[in-house]
């Protein structure tokens, strides 16, 4: 894959400017006016993954979060404030929380060793592979990583409907909840068909927050 130097991206950016422009004079007036995104998307900072390309989206079209392996911790007030704005200012309708096979981040969850900084990051998806641990290890080492991929995306499904926002949203049924993963291998998308109606319900005695 080449590499475009500075100099090729701002000339790219002129090119895609001015053909935006012949096809729709108002486009930039439009979108700099405001945002009405329906969707929040959750994913990994992978560099191989395009949030528009995948969705067939449009500028303005989606609100996104970024961080290594797609990771939704309550205690994180970046994805925290993330939702809330989602939520509380863009009345979005849908959130989907997005993995993708092959994620760099949860094959080093996979392996035991020092990573500095990643590790505190890390020991949230290894928790997810400990809650799981007999159904993981019954599993060869890809399709091993592949499940994990899922169940991590599942799960961080599930620390959404903990939230509050989301809780109230669901409640209201406002929003739905989603997760999914990309599979580069084939460029297909996939729907783990979370049911957040059904988590919701029952994690309601422990979690409710009204």
């Given at each position: 894959?080449?590499?475009?130097?500075?100099?090729?991206?701002?000339?790219?950016?002129?090119?895609?400017?001015?053909?935006?422009?012949?096809?729709?004079?108002?486009?930039?007036?439009?979108?700099?006016?405001?945002?009405?995104?329906?969707?929040?998307?959750?994913?990994?900072?992978?560099?191989?993954?395009?949030?528009?390309?995948?969705?067939?989206a449009e500028?303005?079209?989606?609100?996104?979060?970024?961080?290594?392996?797609?990771?939704?911790?309550?205690?994180?007030?970046?994805?925290?404030?993330?939702?809330?704005?989602?939520?509380?200012?863009?009345?979005?309708?849908?959130?989907?929380?997005?993995?993708?096979?092959?994620c760099g981040?949860?094959?080093?969850?996979?392996?035991?060793?020092?990573?500095?900084?990643?590790?505190?990051?890390?020991?949230?998806?290894?928790?997810?592979?400990?809650?799981?641990?007999?159904?993981?290890?019954?599993?060869?080492?890809?399709?091993?990583?592949?499940?994990?991929?899922?169940?991590?995306?599942?799960?961080?499904?599930?620390?959404?409907?903990?939230?509050?926002?989301?809780?109230?949203?669901?409640?209201?049924?406002?929003?739905?909840?989603?997760?999914?993963?990309?599979?580069?291998?084939?460029?297909?998308?996939?729907?783990?068909?979370?049911?957040?109606?059904?988590?919701?319900?029952?994690?309601?005695?422990?979690?409710?927050?009204?």
């Amino acid at each position: 894959m080449a590499h475009k130097t500075l100099q090729e991206i701002f000339a790219h950016n002129e090119r895609w400017r001015q053909e935006r422009l012949a096809e729709d004079p108002a486009f930039f007036a439009r979108l700099s006016q405001a945002q009405t995104p329906k969707y929040l998307f959750i994913g990994c900072s992978d560099s191989r993954i395009s949030t528009e390309a995948l969705m067939c989206a449009e500028p303005g079209d989606v609100f996104v979060h970024r961080n290594v392996a797609n990771v939704v911790q309550v205690s994180d007030l970046n994805v925290l404030s993330v939702v809330s704005y989602a939520l509380g200012q863009l009345a979005v309708e849908h959130i989907v929380v997005c993995g993708h096979y092959g994620c760099g981040g949860v094959k080093a969850a996979l392996s035991p060793g020092d990573l500095g900084v990643l590790n505190p990051w890390l020991s949230y998806l290894r928790d997810v592979y400990r809650l799981h641990l007999p159904e993981l290890n019954a599993l060869e080492a890809d399709a091993r990583c592949d499940r994990l991929v899922e169940l991590n995306v599942l799960e961080q499904c599930v620390n959404l409907v903990k939230l509050r926002e989301v809780q109230r949203a669901l409640a209201a049924q406002r929003v739905g909840v989603h997760g999914w993963v990309f599979d580069m291998r084939t460029g297909q998308l996939k729907d783990l068909r979370f049911d957040a109606a059904r988590v919701s319900r029952e994690l309601l005695d422990l979690y409710a927050l009204e």
